[in-house]
């Protein structure tokens, strides 16, 4: 991170202080699958709203007052600006209380934080997306993004599968890139039921089956820890090299800046260096910090 | 040009200092060794003092610290800011050790993104260190470069030179606060080489030597040998005392509180040795002990001088003194395996 980027977001900081939240309100709620939920929200400064920027693969933290802050990706896509989106899976204390509000909640709001996906070196590339569950958030921010400057870019493979048909979340976008003849997505489930119609099988497993052309391409893979295990594998056997494999790496985090130290590994800190990483930044500790 | 004054006259210097600081000073009133603000009189630390237990970090970084106020009314909230504490500080008589500490925590509250609660308390704060004539077994500040009676870490530098303490101006600060000093007397050749003296005397009393030489490629290579760590972790009880009295961490937590409608939002120190601290709701990736004890040791001989250039550790011996079951840092980093083990 650059020294222009650190000024270029002090603007945001809420009274010049980077861990004061700002308010924001939530617009609306999607639920997703059972236990994920999509967030609308506004800062509630218009002005801030307005003149607030990030880019696709940052994160903020998000605080329901009096219970505690966790930091989540933007995962809607600065190309479309009516509001802001993160989603959030109901699995502890911030995010079971999320889950409780309602729309009109107001929460707090600190960031963008990190680094995002470098779309410059993504420019006049095949993009192959590979994603499982809810990681899928971080990357349908890029993926829009993306769609939204289509002649910028070639080939578009996504890949993305969840447990269970009722465990896809983001069916909408699921759904616009299935219709959209210039993508090709591939949606799996682990398990099927009877009213499923796609494929079966796990995500490297189908990966390999898509068998996406390593030439000229960067795959960008988010998903749950244990598929990304798999994932990377499964890229090299294609012919992928570590420089060519993006992810986006989620760690315990408390401040969000570099300071509180929970998400180091080796040197680097996810929050401050990343979230985003190529597999050859992190490849040496996958096996044991990850 | 260097100055000196009488012990005897110590208690008047801390006096006059406390006109315009709040002054902090060696105490164990509640218990333990901290730095505490003074009390007006009491100058009996310049006999019991050899350190605190714990370190000066508290008073920038507080074991709990409230960060903003939030008020809530009708499910909308307002938040508080926290009241801007120009409150002048100085520090008497903290330890070379200690005032590299210092030093090297201002790297990460620096870095990036500038932490306002610790670097406005830095701003505000005059360290007037005190040189160190009777360090520990435990101690090993000269295996890091450090000596106990020098430092360019401090705006002063007080050395023990019989009946009176030699002071050295060493930042520009430090000659300001000499300058508005009544009571200080210029220091002549004797007393400098009385003081040189004393120095040497101190260094050479730090009988305890750690090879640091190509610690952090040796960390590096063998942060996999799973076997070498579960040894070095072996005794551990995971109480997180090494951290959070060391004066170079400084992980924190972040946590709310909200009582009917009036809130806050809190930080306090955490550990990388509880298992806790990485805890996420699908997996943890530090749950094993042995992991946690090597995340603390590679942060600061391996981690911290790839990012900083310099191993975030003083020397100041507390982890091993202050140890229930006598972990010992300088045998775990005596032992790290020379070369990766084949396979790896």
Same mark, same amino acid.
């Given at each position: ?10 603007k ?5 202080n980077?861990y004061?939240?700002?308010?924001a ?5 999607i639920?997703?699958t059972p ?8 800062l #509630?400064?218009?002005?801030l709203?307005k003149?607030?920027?990030?880019q696709s693969?940052q994160f ?5 007052f009096g ?16 509001h ?9 204390k911030?995010?079971n ?10 929460i707090?709001?600190?960031?963008p934080?990190? /680094?995002s ?5 993504l ?8 994603s ?9 921010s890029?993926?829009w993004?993306?769609i939204?400057?289509? /002649? #910028?870019?070639? #080939? ?7 447990r269970?048909?009722?465990d ?10 299935d219709?959209?003849k210039?993508? /090709?997505?591939v949606?799996?489930?682990?398990r099927g039921?009877?009213t ?7 995500v490297?497993?189908?990966l ?6 390593a030439e000229e391409?960067?795959a ?8 990304i ?22 760690k315990?985090m ?5 300071k509180?130290?929970r998400?180091?590994?080796?040197n680097?800190?996810v929050?401050?260096?990343g979230?985003v990483?190529?597999?050859?930044q992190i490849?040496?500790f ?5 | 040009m ?10 008047q ?13 060696p ?7 901290e730095m505490?603000?003074w ?6 630390f310049?006999?019991?003092y050899?350190n605190?237990?714990?370190p000066?970090k508290?008073?920038f ?8 106020r ?8 307002s938040?508080?800011?926290p009241?801007?504490?120009g409150?002048?500080q100085?520090i008497?008589g903290?330890?070379p ?11 990460t509250?620096?870095?990036?993104y ?7 308390k830095? $701003? ?7 040189g160190c ?11 890091l470069g450090i ?24 930042t520009?600060k430090g000659?300001?606060?000499?300058a ?15 003081a040189r003296?004393a120095?040497?005397?101190a260094?050479?009393?730090v009988t305890r ?5 190509g610690i952090k ?6 942060f ?6 579960q040894k070095?972790?072996a005794k551990?009880v995971s109480c ?5 009295l ?11 509180e ?14 990388c040795g509880?298992?806790l ?14 992991r ?7 942060? $600061? ?5 790839m990012t900083f ?11 091993i003194?202050?140890c ?8 775990v980093?005596?032992?790290v395996?020379?070369e ?5």
């Amino acid at each position: 991170m650059t020294v222009s980027d650190i000024s270029q977001r002090q603007k945001f900081f809420a009274q010049g202080n980077v861990y004061l939240p700002h308010i924001a309100v939530i617009e609306k709620i999607i639920e997703e699958t059972p236990g994920v939920r999509t967030f609308h929200f506004n800062l #509630k400064d218009q002005k801030l709203q307005k003149d607030f920027s990030f880019q696709s693969g940052q994160f903020a933290q998000y605080s329901v007052f009096g219970i505690g802050e966790a930091p989540f990706c933007i995962s809607s896509s600065p190309t479309r600006r009516g509001h802001l989106e993160f989603a959030a899976q109901k699995v502890g204390k911030v995010t079971n209380a999320l889950h409780r509000l309602g729309v009109g909640a107001e929460i707090g709001f600190r960031g963008p934080y990190g /680094n995002s996906f470098p779309l410059d070196s993504l420019k006049g590339k095949n993009l192959v997306f590979v994603s499982g569950g809810i990681g899928l958030a971080p990357l349908r921010s890029l993926i829009w993004n993306v769609i939204d400057n289509r /002649n #910028k870019y070639k #080939k578009i493979d996504i890949v993305y599968g969840a447990r269970s048909p009722a465990d896809l979340c983001f069916k909408y976008d699921l759904d616009a890139w299935d219709k959209d003849k210039t993508v /090709n997505m591939v949606t799996t489930v682990d398990r099927g039921d009877d009213t499923w119609k796609g494929k079966v099988g796990l995500v490297p497993k189908v990966l390999e089956e898509v068998a996406p052309s390593a030439e000229e391409a960067v795959a960008i893979v988010c998903g749950p820890p244990i598929m990304i295990r798999f994932t990377f594998p499964a890229l090299e056997k294609l012919g992928f090299k570590p420089e060519q494999m993006l992810t986006t790496l989620e760690k315990r985090m408390k401040c969000g800046i570099g300071k509180c130290g929970r998400c180091n590994i080796g040197n680097i800190y996810v929050c401050r260096d990343g979230p985003v990483f190529s597999y050859a930044q992190i490849k040496d500790f996958v096996s044991s910090e990850y | 040009m260097a100055k000196k004054i009488s012990k005897k006259d110590i208690a008047q210097l801390l006096k006059a200092w406390s006109q315009q600081f709040a002054v902090l000073a060696p105490s164990r009133k509640r218990g333990v060794a901290e730095m505490a603000e003074w009390d007006g009189k009491d100058v009996s630390f310049l006999d019991w003092y050899r350190n605190t237990v714990v370190p000066p970090k508290a008073s920038f970084l507080p074991p709990m610290e409230e960060m903003f106020r939030f008020q809530k009314d009708k499910g909308k909230y307002s938040i508080e800011p926290p009241s801007k504490n120009g409150q002048k500080q100085l520090i008497f008589g903290i330890r070379p050790c200690d005032a590299r500490a210092m030093a090297i925590l201002d790297m990460t509250f620096e870095d990036a993104y500038q932490d306002p609660y610790y670097l406005s308390k830095r $701003k505000n704060t005059l360290l007037v260190g005190l040189g160190c004539a009777n360090p520990y077994e435990s101690c090993f500040c000269t295996s890091l470069g450090i000596s106990p009676s020098e430092s360019a870490d401090v705006d002063l530098m007080l050395t023990d030179i019989g009946d009176h303490f030699f002071i050295e101006e060493i930042t520009a600060k430090g000659k300001e606060l000499t300058a508005k000093t009544s009571g200080l007397k210029d220091a002549n050749k004797d007393d400098e080489a009385e003081a040189r003296k004393a120095k040497e005397t101190a260094y050479n009393k730090v009988t305890r030597k750690l090879d640091t030489e190509g610690i952090k490629d040796k960390l590096l290579a063998s942060f996999d040998d799973e076997e070498f760590w579960q040894k070095a972790a072996a005794k551990c009880v995971s109480c997180g005392i090494c951290t959070l009295l060391c004066p170079t961490c400084y992980c924190f937590d972040i946590n709310d509180e909200l009582v009917k409608d009036e809130g806050a939002r809190f930080r306090s120190w955490d550990s990388c040795g509880f298992s806790l601290y990485t805890r996420m709701p699908m997996e943890n990736p530090r749950e094993e002990k042995w992991r946690r004890v090597r995340q603390k040791v590679c942060h $600061k001989y391996e981690f911290y001088p790839m990012t900083f250039d310099i191993i975030a550790c003083t020397g100041c011996g507390r982890c091993i003194r202050l140890c229930p079951v006598n972990w010992d840092i300088t045998k775990v980093l005596e032992s790290v395996p020379a070369e990766a083990k084949a396979g790896k």
